[in-house]
């Protein structure tokens, strides 16, 4: 899995998490919706902790937070007694989950093999090149962000990308240049009707 790129700055989570993990310490620079620690506490009252609760706690997580934080994980192995390599072999196994907070847009392309021979790292070249943003990476200004991911499901598109989870099929490298173009246009049109209501209050 991707790290968080080293640009970012975060407050740090001054949230006390409840339950069992108010004894246990964050990591720092992580900041944290609380609302994490009830769900897993409530998760946990419900069904028998163990390698089991893994996966659906990986889901829970990353439906609450977007994410995976290292904060998350770390409280996933101590309340289900595992090694945490192993929760980060399953989170990077899996392309649906993710360790670095979403982009406002996020793209993925798919590097699975029906993807990868029709020319897939074309599609993340030509995104790289338009947005400025690495394969793992996300912009400073949290706007976009740019992941290769295995196979996607949807093979006799190849080669795939998606947009915020919405699929777009049989793309050249101009399509995906020609997407990120846009992308690029309404940031822009977003930003500058945001500083308009600021500026009329
Ligand atoms: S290989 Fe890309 S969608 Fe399956």
Same mark, same amino acid.
């Given at each position: 899995?991707?790290?968080?790129?080293?640009?970012?700055?975060?407050?740090?989570?001054?949230?006390?998490?409840?339950?069992? /993990?108010?004894?246990?310490?964050?990591?720092?620079?992580?900041?944290?919706?609380? @609302?994490?620690?009830?769900?897993?506490?409530?998760? @946990?009252? !419900?069904? !028998?902790?163990?390698?089991?609760?893994?996966?659906? @706690?990986?889901?829970?997580?990353?439906?609450?937070?977007?994410?995976?934080?290292?904060?998350?994980?770390?409280?996933?192995?101590? !309340?289900?007694?595992?090694?945490?390599?192993?929760?980060?072999? #399953?989170?990077? /196994?899996?392309? =649906? =989950?993710?360790?670095?907070?979403?982009?406002?847009?996020?793209?993925? %392309?798919?590097?699975?093999?029906?993807? /990868?021979?029709?020319?897939?790292?074309? *599609?993340?070249?030509?995104?790289?090149? #338009?947005?400025? #943003?690495?394969?793992?990476?996300?912009?400073?200004?949290?706007? =976009?962000? @740019?992941?290769?991911?295995?196979?996607?499901?949807?093979?006799?598109?190849?080669? #795939?990308?998606? *947009?915020?989870?919405?699929?777009?099929?049989? *793309?050249?490298?101009?399509?995906?240049?020609?997407?990120? /173009?846009?992308?690029?246009?309404?940031?822009?049109?977003?930003?500058?009707?945001?500083? %308009?209501?600021?500026?009329?209050?």
């Amino acid at each position: 899995m991707n790290e968080r790129p080293s640009n970012e700055t975060r407050e740090p989570n001054r949230e006390a998490p409840s339950g069992i /993990f108010a004894a246990a310490e964050m990591t720092p620079g992580e900041a944290v919706d609380p @609302l994490i620690w009830t769900r897993i506490d409530t998760y @946990l009252a !419900r069904n !028998r902790a163990g390698a089991e609760g893994l996966i659906p @706690l990986l889901h829970l997580a990353q439906a609450t937070l977007g994410y995976l934080p290292a904060a998350v994980l770390e409280q996933i192995a101590a !309340r289900l007694g595992l090694p945490l390599v192993q929760v980060h072999g #399953v989170v990077s /196994f899996y392309h =649906f =989950f993710s360790t670095t907070p979403p982009a406002k847009y996020q793209l993925k %392309v798919c590097m699975g093999t029906a993807c /990868f021979v029709r020319r897939a790292r074309a *599609l993340s070249e030509a995104i790289r090149q #338009v947005l400025g #943003v690495d394969v793992g990476g996300v912009t400073k200004d949290q706007l =976009f962000g @740019l992941e290769e991911v295995r196979c996607l499901g949807s093979c006799g598109l190849a080669p #795939v990308m998606t *947009l915020n989870g919405d699929t777009h099929g049989n *793309l050249k490298p101009g399509d995906a240049r020609k997407l990120a /173009f846009g992308l690029q246009a309404k940031a822009r049109r977003e930003r500058i009707i945001e500083s %308009v209501e600021e500026r009329d209050g």
